[in-house]
């Protein structure tokens, strides 16, 4: 299966500043790929480079095999794109938006109408396609944004912050979106929610300082962390030495680390010796001892203590 996004040694200069260095990666059809990291990673300035916005320094960026810098147009053709804070003609309602953006691209008629209407439907914007954009909310502006970057129904899409200011059910409703097309697409998304990448994304790739410093699958990833397959413990701080106290012994445990929480809890975050299973174990010597708790179960942030690992370490996995 070829390649549909390519970015090889990618390198971008701001003067003295190295925003991009040597940046490499593929995305073939049905991947969805989350770019992640920290603000200023050089996550932004890649993306503007794959979609011709930048100018690379150095290197190389493709779109179903056109090179965005010999052939843009072609490029652009088969690309979908919602650049960071969707900006847009604040005077424009959604419709005149997508239709202008529509006869933008050569089409027209009732193609054009077929397309817009598909496009507000998908994402959801019936109730606000007459209204001025700049009376819109954070919210409904991302949609539409996502709306023009949807209108041609391109083989590749490039979205930036896709979810950035939108309630828990829109972002449910864009994802699910994503999901329903992500077979018949390439897709990079930019985001720094990581429950985003372990709700929608099949590969995760995350730059620190310009620099790749990981490559693969969430489930992958979240393997090399130390608290892969930690289980959380909720209970009362008044109890909380003596759950530490009845776990420390324990041969599968590997490390605990305690968290205040409001209301006079806290949580405890019980890391295994090699990625072992130790939630039944973990839950068993809690009962022996006889301290109350008000949860047991599986710590989901592992991809997010390996994120802060690397990017704040600086080191590559």
């Known amino acids: 299966m070829a390649d549909m996004i390519v970015a090889d040694q990618l390198v971008k200069s701001f003067g003295a500043k190295r925003a991009v260095d040597d940046v490499s990666l593929q995305v073939r059809r049905g991947e969805v790929l989350g770019f992640l990291g920290p603000n200023g990673a050089g996550k932004s300035t890649t993306m503007k480079m794959l979609t011709g916005f930048l100018k690379p320094t150095s290197g190389r960026a493709e779109i179903m095999g056109f090179d965005v810098a010999v052939d843009p147009m072609s490029a652009r053709r088969r690309l979908g794109y919602l650049p960071e804070g969707a900006p847009l003609y604040p ?83 864009v994802r699910e979106l994503i999901r329903e097309i992500a077979p018949e697409k390439a897709i990079i998304i930019s985001t720094h929610i990581l429950e985003e990448v372990d709700a929608i994304c099949s590969r995760a790739v995350i730059i620190a300082d ?58 405890l975050i019980i890391a295994p010796k090699d990625g072992a299973m130790i939630l039944n174990t973990v839950a068993g010597a809690l009962a022996d001892a006889g301290v109350d708790v008000i949860s047991v179960r599986p710590e989901a942030s592992a991809l997010d203590d390996l994120f802060r690992h690397l990017t704040l370490n600086g080191e590559a996995a």
């Open 91 to 173: 005077d424009m309602t959604p419709w005149s938006l997508l239709h202008f953006c529509g006869r933008t691209r050569g089409t027209s008629g009732s193609e054009l109408r077929r397309k817009v209407y598909a496009s507000i439907a998908r994402t959801n914007l019936e109730s606000v396609v007459a209204q001025p954009i700049e009376t819109l909310s954070k919210g409904f502006k991302r949609r539409v944004g996502l709306a023009q970057a949807l209108l041609h129904d391109p083989d590749v899409l490039i979205l930036d912050e896709p979810t950035d200011g939108l309630d828990p059910n829109q972002k449910h409703e």
């Open 210 to 267: 310009g620099k790749v410093i990981a490559d693969g699958a969430p489930g992958e990833l979240a393997q090399r962390s130390e608290i892969f397959n930690a289980v959380a413990v909720m209970l009362s701080k008044d109890v909380a030495e003596r759950a530490r106290a009845a776990l420390q012994p324990l041969d599968a445990v590997k490390d605990i680390r305690a968290m205040s929480q409001a209301d006079g809890q806290a949580k």
